[in-house]
């Protein structure tokens, strides 16, 4: 696997956070979603098991999916 590109992350604790990275693996790009440890006060981060992959095709359906959520969301604030 190639390096990944970090797009973001999203603290969830001081130990613990969500990245969202572009790699590489096996000639094919993926979009990552993982959560990430840490047990230096953030000096280094380790993935867990915890972590999703989409192909590039499957992005689509993801944003739409973000879309829907915001609609949601906007709706209960009313």
């Known amino acids: ?3 990944a ?3 973001a992350a999203i603290e969830r604790s001081e130990t613990e956070q969500l ?3 572009i790699s590489e693996y096996k000639g094919k790009s993926y979009l990552n979603m993982r959560i990430f440890y ?3 006060g953030g000096s280094t981060w380790l993935p867990t098991k ?3 992959t989409f192909t590039p095709d499957q992005l689509d359906l993801l944003e739409e999916a ?3 959520a915001r ?3 906007m709706a209960e604030e009313v």
């Open 19 to 21: 990245q969202i990275s």
């Open 66 to 68: 973000i879309q829907e």
């Open 5 to 7: 590109k970090l797009l």
């Open 71 to 73: 609609k949601e969301f």
């Open 1 to 3: 696997m190639s390096d």
């Open 38 to 40: 840490t047990t230096d």
């Open 50 to 52: 915890k972590g999703v």
